[in-house]
């Protein structure tokens, strides 16, 4: 360990012991234990969202959504109707309009990753994601890891993202010693190995020195699928644990045997496995014959240089390009659907 990280980690501890925090110390012992357990990094790679930079809410940047597609295009079409949505339902000044519609127009044919609109920044901004791995697999949730005060298994189910608002700042104080250790470790994080093309790894070493700050995201929460090749993700990101687990639920009994049209057998087996383990509670595994299903614990880092986050890579690929997402509108506001 070099002396830079000591004097960092020594800080940080000394912190933690003159806070006294029972509940921290509680957290911390949790995640000292998970490092032995889990000891290794599993990348499962880039994901993509939006960042804004607003001068009437300060100099930061600051998340405005989820850093979670798999694309950049994905992350630029979210922006496309952010703008054209503010332009419809925003404002009232025709002038306001032209400007944001002006910008949209951009987005339709152009896969441009920033945008400056009346002195606000708009960014696409790329993160990795990435979780702990151990002898059995992929991390699950932690018994430290927050919970819902609502823990239904019925009803509506809307989990709301904790990415939106979020300060990309890497000098912001993380808490928890272990994760500062994380932070710290993850400064020089490149893709390496021959299954990363020539161009992703020459990008992600560049990244390295160009953005050299680092932004860990709010830990997130998904469903794997454990293979004969490894683990599969196969649901998105949720912000807790038990909303993982309703998730994985109304999957194996509502969306999954309509997705992939289940025969009756297989319908049956799923939801007599889905009941076993909404009985279990706080369970964090299923199994369906040879096929289990884990709840998983994923984390996300931000690389930041001196003006802001990081945008895509040129070796970040895109599956389609920009396209014309909404109906015409003039700048006084109305629609033209024929066009």
Same mark, same amino acid.
């Given at each position: 360990?070099?002396?830079?990280?000591?004097?960092?980690?020594?800080?940080?501890?000394?912190?933690?012991?003159?806070?006294?925090?029972?509940?921290?110390?509680?957290?911390?012992?949790?995640?000292?234990?998970?490092?032995?357990?889990?000891?290794?990094?599993?990348?499962?790679?880039?994901?993509?969202?939006?960042?804004?930079? =607003?001068?009437?809410?300060?100099?930061?940047?600051?998340?405005?959504?989820?850093?979670?597609?798999?694309?950049?295009?994905?992350?630029?079409?979210?922006?496309?109707?952010?703008?054209?949505?503010?332009?419809?339902?925003?404002?009232? =000044?025709?002038?306001?309009?032209?400007?944001?519609?002006?910008?949209?127009?951009?987005?339709?044919?152009?896969?441009? =990753?920033?945008?400056?609109?009346?002195?606000?920044?708009?960014?696409?901004?790329?993160?990795?994601?990435?979780?702990?791995?151990?002898?059995?697999?992929?991390?699950?949730?932690?018994?430290?890891?927050?919970?819902?005060?609502?823990?239904?298994?019925?009803?509506?189910?809307?989990?709301?993202?904790?990415?939106?608002?979020?300060?990309?700042?890497?000098?912001?104080?993380?808490?928890?010693?272990?994760?500062?250790?994380?932070?710290?470790?993850?400064?020089?994080?490149?893709?390496?190995?021959?299954?990363?093309?020539?161009?992703?790894?020459?990008?992600?070493?560049?990244?390295?020195?160009?953005?050299?700050?680092?932004?860990?995201?709010?830990?997130?929460?998904?469903?794997?699928?454990?293979?004969?090749?490894?683990?599969?993700?196969?649901?998105?990101?949720?912000?807790?644990?038990?909303?993982?687990?309703?998730?994985?639920? =109304?999957?194996?009994?509502?969306?999954?045997?309509?997705?992939?049209?289940?025969?009756?057998?297989?319908?049956?087996?799923?939801?007599?496995?889905?009941?076993?383990?909404?009985?279990?509670?706080?369970?964090?595994?299923?199994?369906?014959?040879?096929?289990?299903?884990?709840?998983?614990?994923?984390?996300?880092?931000?690389?930041?240089?001196?003006?802001?986050?990081?945008?895509?890579?040129? !070796?970040?690929?895109? !599956?389609?390009?920009?396209?014309?997402?909404?109906?015409?509108?003039?700048?006084?506001?109305?629609?033209?659907?024929?066009?």
């Amino acid at each position: 360990m070099g002396d830079d990280w000591k004097r960092q980690l020594d800080q940080l501890h000394a912190g933690l012991v003159r806070r006294d925090d029972p509940a921290e110390l509680v957290t911390e012992a949790d995640a000292v234990d998970a490092s032995y357990r889990y000891p290794h990094l599993a990348v499962r790679g880039p994901v993509f969202g939006l960042a804004v930079q =607003d001068p009437a809410a300060g100099p930061d940047w600051r998340v405005l959504k989820p850093i979670v597609d798999g694309m950049p295009q994905q992350a630029r079409d979210a922006l496309n109707s952010v703008l054209w949505f503010k332009a419809k339902d925003d404002t009232d =000044d025709p002038a306001e309009r032209r400007d944001l519609l002006a910008a949209v127009a951009i987005l339709e044919r152009e896969p441009v =990753d920033e945008l400056e609109v009346r002195g606000v920044r708009y960014r696409v901004v790329r993160g990795d994601e990435f979780a702990r791995t151990g002898a059995d697999g992929l991390e699950p949730p932690r018994p430290t890891d927050p919970e819902p005060p609502d823990r239904s298994w019925t009803g509506r189910h809307d989990a709301p993202s904790t990415d939106p608002g979020f300060v990309l700042d890497p000098t912001e104080e993380t808490p928890g010693l272990m994760t500062s250790a994380l932070k710290l470790g993850l400064r020089d994080f490149a893709y390496t190995g021959a299954r990363f093309p020539v161009d992703v790894r020459a990008d992600s070493q560049r990244a390295v020195t160009t953005h050299p700050g680092i932004v860990l995201m709010p830990v997130g929460f998904g469903v794997a699928e454990r293979g004969k090749t490894g683990w599969t993700p196969r649901t998105s990101l949720m912000p807790t644990p038990h909303d993982a687990r309703r998730l994985l639920y =109304d999957a194996m009994t509502e969306s999954w045997p309509l997705l992939y049209e289940f025969d009756a057998e297989e319908k049956a087996a799923h939801a007599r496995a889905a009941e076993r383990f909404k009985a279990a509670a706080h369970a964090n595994e299923a199994r369906v014959g040879d096929t289990l299903y884990r709840i998983c614990r994923t984390e996300r880092l931000v690389r930041v240089g001196p003006d802001g986050p990081e945008p895509p890579r040129p !070796s970040d690929v895109d !599956s389609y390009g920009p396209m014309k997402m909404h109906p015409t509108m003039d700048e006084d506001g109305t629609l033209h659907y024929d066009d």
